[in-house]
């Protein structure tokens, strides 16, 4: 008989893979996996089998590989901290080289030039809130400013080897897409310039003319888009769902198919649209999950990353000639017998009316059980059908595990998004409140033992319920949370500062209110245990959060635990931390909902 701790460090260990890359003109693709225990940079030797193509010494964010296929940049942080520093390897991988490195500054980079000469990045060197724009001659390791900006940008690829995409963060969601010219530093922006809304993804055809963006320009929802350089400011629209976002897409080499992704309720569609005639298909037999990223490999092979809710990850392939799907990566392997079960999608209605999408996922049926509510963060991401070792092992356990999609989440619309903004944040709140009777009324789980937890923002909304509907919660675990949204921005990282007050705020506006709704400020109302987690380097919510609340906590004897990950940041990457940090959770929640 398979012990449980056995069941539940395989599914807490089992590895995937993702951010798919293709290594250009050599047929070969590249694919970041924990198989070495963190984020590594692997591919397939002559037998499939995945292989270590770079010998990074921390975590590897980000790949680039360059046009040619010789030469490939990597970004990497230390223990957690984000802030990438970017290295360089040739063609038979390795050990990479200092291509780009000031360890207290952040780089992002912006991949290559289409000559294979230059790399462009981002890096707030000159103040901590501001980030410039660079080139570097990758042989020469000669630097040049080319785009100046008081505030957060990236660049986001080449249009020529003399212009840059580069996107300029203006709110929490919206942002503008400007295209530099490095020769003369002139710029102007894609799309109507009085108007906030979302610009992502551009990508160029070769012959710098025409290009595609996705958009919610005066729209609810991301659209296919095309414009011209001649009129960079008129948008004409291809490809619209009223309901659903684009959120992805990906130009052929022949340039004759756009390859998108569609966000249908937190499941993808795969789609190719024909750029001369406008029409488009779906891509038929791909298993109901997440698609994370695509890279084409050739005219006619698209690869792609598939997460479902019952495979961690692994690469797919997609053939235009014969129509088939494949998949060519089985990282997602599991070592003992289980039974992993496919969420249920549902909708509540909130207090207000609002109807609330959700996941649940349990076995059998929910009636009688405990149940764990999942927040994710954000605020502005989506929870989606994607592999939650958690998930799957408390449902084993005899929970049901839901996971909602409260007001604020991206991909139901602009307007579902801003729908927590400022001092609408206790609506979210009431939205988790209202989930808890949804179970106990809809479901009949046992309304005495209903659980929270979430991470970052998600962590914020565990403690936020406890402390303003105590009554509902038999226990709750907070990962990376913030305890005061007040502390959080004054205390936060100076590059997202700004940007995080579209969202909660500003401090100058909204500092009574913060102190008003803090959990930290309404600590005698947690009753329910709660443990807590945080990453000492996180450079996006202070550890500052977790101890001022566990203090505080501890000195009105409340059933609290704080364990802190020395080399950790904002993610827990490290294997080892990944697993300390579940099993104590699902001990946790056993303990205090899962026992009579």
């Not at 990236?154 to 249009?159: D, F, K, N, S, T």
């Not at 919510?541 to 566990?550: C, D, G, K, N």
């Amino acid at each position: 008989m398979v012990d449980q701790k056995d069941i539940l460090l395989d599914l807490l260990t089992v590895h995937s893979a993702y951010d798919v890359q293709a290594i250009q003109r050599t047929g070969d693709f590249t694919f970041l996996s924990k198989l070495s225990g963190l984020p590594q940079v692997w591919k397939l030797d002559e037998n499939d089998e995945p292989i270590q193509f770079i010998h990074a010494h921390d975590r590897v964010q980000s790949v680039y590989h360059s046009p040619s296929g010789d030469r490939t940049v990597v970004g990497i942080d230390r223990e957690g901290n984000e802030k990438q520093q970017l290295y360089i390897v040739g063609a038979a991988g390795g050990t990479p080289e200092v291509l780009v490195e000031s360890l207290q500054h952040f780089h992002h980079c912006g991949g290559w030039s289409p000559d294979g000469k230059y790399i462009s990045y981002s890096s707030n060197r000159r103040s901590p809130g501001y980030f410039d724009v660079f080139v570097m001659d990758v042989d020469t390791k000669e630097v040049k400013q080319v785009f100046t900006h008081n505030g957060n940008c990236i660049p986001l690829g080449w249009v020529d080897e003399q212009t840059l995409f580069v996107n300029v963060k203006e709110t929490n969601i919206d942002s503008t897409i400007h295209v530099v010219c490095l020769q003369t530093g002139n710029h102007y922006q894609i799309g109507d310039h009085d108007v906030l809304a979302r610009y992502e993804a551009p990508v160029m055809k070769k012959d710098g003319e025409v290009g595609y963006v996705l958009t919610d320009e005066n729209e609810e929802m991301l659209y296919l888009s095309a414009f011209s350089i001649d009129e960079p400011d008129e948008l004409t629209k291809l490809l619209h769902w009223d309901s659903w976002d684009i959120d992805a897409i990906s130009l052929a080499p022949k340039e004759d198919v756009l390859a998108f992704c569609l966000n249908e309720g937190g499941m993808t569609k795969l789609g190719m649209y024909n750029t001369s005639t406008g029409e488009w298909e779906w891509v038929e037999n791909i298993p109901n999950g997440v698609i994370g990223s695509m890279s084409w490999r050739s005219e006619n092979a698209l690869l792609f990353t598939l997460k479902t809710p019952t495979e961690p990850g692994d690469v797919w392939e997609y053939d235009r000639l014969s129509g088939t799907v494949t998949r060519l990566t089985s990282i997602g392997k599991f070592e003992t017998s289980r039974n992993l079960v496919e969420p249920g999608l549902y909708t509540y209605r909130s207090f207000d009316g609002l109807q609330i999408p959700y996941f649940m996922y349990h076995q059998g049926q929910p009636d009688n059980k405990p149940a764990i509510i999942y927040v994710h963060g954000g605020p502005e991401s989506q929870t989606k059908a994607e592999y939650n070792p958690i998930f799957q092992f408390l449902v084993y356990q005899g929970f049901t595990v839901v996971a909602p999609n409260i007001r604020g989440s991206k991909g139901y619309g602009r307007s579902y998004i801003k729908l927590d903004d400022a001092d609408k944040r206790l609506d979210a709140v009431a939205d988790l409140a209202s989930l808890a009777k949804e179970l106990t009324d809809a479901h009949q789980v046992l309304p005495h033992k209903i659980g929270i937890m979430g991470r970052s923002y998600g962590g914020f909304m565990v403690l936020a319920a406890l402390s303003h509907y105590p009554n509902l919660w038999a226990a709750g675990v907070d990962i990376v949370g913030m305890s005061n949204l007040k502390t959080f921005l004054q205390n936060t990282g100076e590059w997202r500062r700004g940007l995080r007050e579209y969202e909660y705020g500003s401090l100058d506006v909204y500092s009574d209110y913060f102190d008003k709704i803090a959990p930290m400020n309404l600590s005698e109302n947690i009753t329910a245990p709660l443990l807590v987690f945080h990453g000492r380097n996180d450079s996006r919510v202070p550890v500052s959060e977790a101890e001022q609340l566990v203090q505080d906590l501890e000195s009105r004897d409340r059933d609290v635990e704080l364990i802190v990950f020395e080399d950790e940041g904002h993610q827990t990457s490290k294997i080892e931390n990944h697993v300390a940090l579940h099993i104590k959770t699902v001990q946790f929640l056993n303990r205090h909902l899962n026992q009579n």
